[in-house]
């Protein structure tokens, strides 16, 4: 059995394969996944890491012998397997670690409608019973199927973006080695797009280089690619292809933020005066521009479990986040950078112009990006730039999420937020104009680290 207190995480199961997370536990992961929602059938896909299959097979084992039938979608991205859980209103399991390294692998696990399944709704149930023992069901075992949902998933993401009137667009894809290799030729199918593949292949050790594209290392054969072909945008996924960046026509990298403006813009034109929700450390100009918009923004935690809480709670049509990940009550509130990439391909291929001028509008704002500190005493650091800023005229403080300090009549604010896993500090600072920016950050980062 692996290291349970090491493996089970906020929002899902990961660890290192097969000393961390092993068959094992995935057999028994299964069983009680079973236990806990009650399912009389679940949902599984997987990503192309070579110790997917068998951690996969033993969570059917697992579930099976809790008397639930398990259906395999075989290989697929994690907003395929939403798609699967919503569609067929089945609790879902999808194995992959995302963009970490190859050695990693976990579970990601849904209820039915692709309901989030984390540490307050339900995680941590099935972390008890997997350390207890899971008991034996009374009852015959259930049966495992296999179901191709490939093109009902492609076909149902062009359900929600039309792209009938686009005109022909080169679009280079970056899949990392990742699943955007096996599901972008599906959706990009009986599209007006010249589809620029770049690593395609799907091999889990990631010859090429990561696929975690928040990275900006990981996105120079992108960038380099979109400017040798002339092609009109550029689109990067992560791993497990939930996650997409956007790069435009001069190669240069665009904001999550302004693509969360972007596709609120046009999602507020379908369902005008709704609520778009926006975490903490999304650009202001993101409220700003749904309000312009006629719409309510609502700033959340990060966290995909915050997001999906919020957009419930207030039946919004949208959410975004810095990092990238999209978030569609459409799509049964569940995420999708596919989904968000369709909408920024409509609203390119609706007009004549680049990219770069269509996101003009919707980038007002210099950031910074995320940055990492390791520091040793993560609450000491804060509390000292806290210090430092506390008692200013015109600076306010707010502690939703860290450590969020802003002066609105200078134009600036900072996050300075705790990593839940590593001992990181990750600062995002945003201003008016670079000098400002930099100013604030290099303020930041010299307390941080004690320079």
């Avoid at 092993?22 to 009389?40: H, I, L, P, Y």
């Avoid at 959706?187 to 696929?211: K, Q, R, W």
């Avoid at 604030?440 to 307390?447: G, H, K, N, Q, S």
């Amino acid at each position: 059995m692996g290291d349970l207190a090491k493996i089970f995480k906020a929002y899902d199961i990961r660890g290192v394969v097969p000393d961390e997370l092993d068959a094992a536990t995935a057999e028994a992961v299964g069983a009680a996944f079973v236990r806990v929602t009650g399912a009389s059938a679940v949902v599984t896909a997987h990503d192309m890491r070579a110790s997917s299959v068998p951690l996969a097979e033993a969570f059917a084992r697992g579930a099976t012998s809790q008397g639930a039938d398990v259906i395999e979608a075989g290989l697929g991205s994690t907003d395929l397997l939403y798609y699967a859980s919503g569609s067929l209103d089945l609790p879902g399991a999808m194995f992959t670690a995302s963009h970490n390294p190859a050695r990693y692998n976990g579970l990601k696990l849904c209820r039915s409608g692709a309901r989030p399944v984390g540490r307050d709704t339900g995680l941590t149930e099935i972390r008890e019973l997997v350390g207890e023992g899971v008991p034996a069901h009374d009852g015959p075992a259930g049966t495992v199927s296999r179901r191709d949902l490939l093109k009902g998933y492609a076909d149902h993401l062009k359900t929600l973006v039309d792209l009938s009137a686009i005109r022909p667009l080169k679009v280079v894809v970056d899949a990392g080695n990742g699943m955007g290799g096996h599901t972008v030729p599906s959706i990009f199918e009986g599209l007006p797009i010249d589809l620029v593949p770049l690593y395609f292949e799907l091999d889990g050790t990631f010859p090429n280089h990561e696929a975690n594209p928040i990275e900006p290392d990981n996105l120079r054969d992108l960038q380099a690619k979109v400017r040798e072909t002339g092609a009109d945008i550029g689109l990067a996924l992560d791993g497990d292809a939930d996650r997409c960046f956007v790069v435009d026509e001069r190669g240069e990298i665009v904001a999550p933020s302004t693509i969360t403006a972007l596709v609120a813009v046009r999602e507020l034109a379908k369902h005008p005066g709704s609520s778009i929700v926006h975490n903490l450390i999304t650009s202001r100009a993101v409220p700003e521009i749904v309000s312009e918009n006629g719409g309510t923004p609502v700033r959340t935690r990060v966290g995909h479990s915050f997001i999906k809480q919020t957009m419930a709670e207030t039946g919004a049509v949208f959410g975004g986040e810095h990092s990238a990940h999209f978030y569609f009550r459409d799509f049964w509130f569940a995420d999708s950078g596919m989904l968000a990439a369709l909408h920024v391909l409509a609203a390119l291929g609706e007009q004549d112009g680049t990219l770069s001028a269509l996101l003009g509008e919707y980038t007002r704002y210099a950031a910074s990006g995320e940055i990492n500190s390791e520091v040793a005493d993560q609450a000491a650091a804060a509390d000292a730039v806290r210090a430092a800023f506390a008692g200013r005229p015109g600076v306010t403080i707010d502690e939703l999420d860290g450590l969020t300090v802003g002066d609105e009549a200078a134009g600036w604010w900072f996050n300075l937020r705790p990593s839940n896993t590593e001992p990181l500090l990750r600062l995002n600072a945003e201003a008016g104009d670079d000098t400002t920016m930099a100013a604030v950050r290099d303020e930041v980062l010299a307390i941080v680290r004690k320079k």
